[in-house]
């Protein structure tokens, strides 16, 4: 078979990356037989399953503090990766080894050559291999980040002891539809009867769809600024969090996370520990304050470098970059490079603010906005333009000052690729989560 002769050229890492020229590939029939030939791993221990258009990953890194503060062993799963395949695949804190990486890998290789038709995807693939890894390591519960969407992504084949989706706006209307209510109908998907959800969307037309879903399937709901409230205050990088709900007050306790927005994600996390507590007696109010503080999530407004200041973050779509500028009350030396399904546009035009100096660059994948598309998004906007984040990169440390800062963002894929390029050739720190 063609998949045979593949495996014998290619090794396991390579054979994974391959997948990635299938592209996405949205349902549930591919998964599902990866993991019924595996045994369901995922039926093995609890999860807990996230969705919305951002803050997905930093609702996780929250909850997985206050779960592994309460002593529970804890798997994560979030995507895409900064810097290394392997951040993926997380148990209290410590990506999957390269040999456990491999083994799964051949495990589903092998399990999906048996069929004959269409391989599996990039991402079917690495959410197999997160599902038996987890069951492998015996953790107490895992956290589910959802792809994309979410009624139809590879990860909607659990029944999670509770699942939240953080928020609704634009962002791949290619997929999941071109307003917030057909948006929020997808990622609603990921509800499952009478299991809890907990709800931080708070805009009124995506919201009702959220909680006409829980309705039909009879799940118990909490409700941002209805059943649980949060305070959030002090610097964007030293933030003090305040948490009220009918049964916990607590605050104002340090928040670990940097970035004002952080406050709905960390209190969604909290409004989810305490649906938990029932299942994870361990959770207490302790444990809470504790993860609170120690929770991280890299490149989420991270100062990587002190002289000149460098501030990286993740922001990839309007609704981000809008946020990112509340929280940068400098002007900035702006180095953006976007995915190509993304509003270049409107990224600029909600950055512009907070731009003294743009630098367009573009990142090595094929999935990288080119930059002729970029410019000409940008053309009423003064700017420079670099190859590659490397040049980009040592561009905007030239042009950055003490007063000055260099802000990089735009993408997942830019925050990984400049991070490396300034861990390897400026000093910058290693990726803590």
Known sequence: MHGSKRSETLTPREYLFSLEHHGVRLGLETIT???SSAGRPQECYPT????????????????NAILRAAGYRVGRFTSPHLIDLNERFQVNGRPIPDAELDENICYFQDIAEQREWWPPTFFELNAAIAFRWFEQCQVDCALIEVGLGGRFDATNVIVPEASAITNIDYDHMRYLGDTL?????????????????????????????????????????????????????????????????????????????????????????????????????????????TGLRAARWPCRLEKVL????????????????????????????VILALSNDKDAAGIIEALGPITHTLILSQFSSERSLPMDRLCAAASNHPHRSAADLVEAVELGLELAS??????????????????????????APPLRF
């Open 33 to 35: 037989y990866l993991l």
């Open 48 to 63: 807990v399953h996230v969705a919305g258009t951002n803050g997905k990953g930093s609702v996780i890194a929250v909850l």
């Open 181 to 289: 209510e057909e948006i929020a109908f997808e990622k609603a998907g990921i509800i499952k009867e009478g299991r809890p959800v907990v709800v931080g969307e708070t805009k009124p037309a995506p919201r009702n769809v959220i909680l006409a879903r829980a309705a039909e399937l009879d799940c118990p709901v909490q409700l941002l600024d209805r059943d649980f409230h949060y305070a959030i205050s002090g610097a964007p990088r030293e933030l003090r969090f305040c948490f009220e709900s009918g049964t916990m007050s607590f605050g104002p306790t340090p928040l670990g996370l940097a970035g004002s927005y952080q406050g709905e994600n960390a209190a969604t996390a909290v409004a989810l520990a305490m649906v938990l507590a029932a299942r994870f007696p361990k959770i207490d109010a302790q444990a809470i304050i």
């Open 306 to 333: 002190d002289w000149p200041p460098v501030i990286i973050d993740v922001a990839h779509n309007v609704a981000g970059a809008r946020k990112l500028a509340e929280d940068v009350s400098v002007k900035c030396v």
């Open 402 to 427: 003490p007063t000055r800062p260099l802000l990089i963002t735009g993408s997942i894929f830019t925050a990984g690729s400049a991070r490396r390029t300034l861990i390897e050739r400026h000093g």
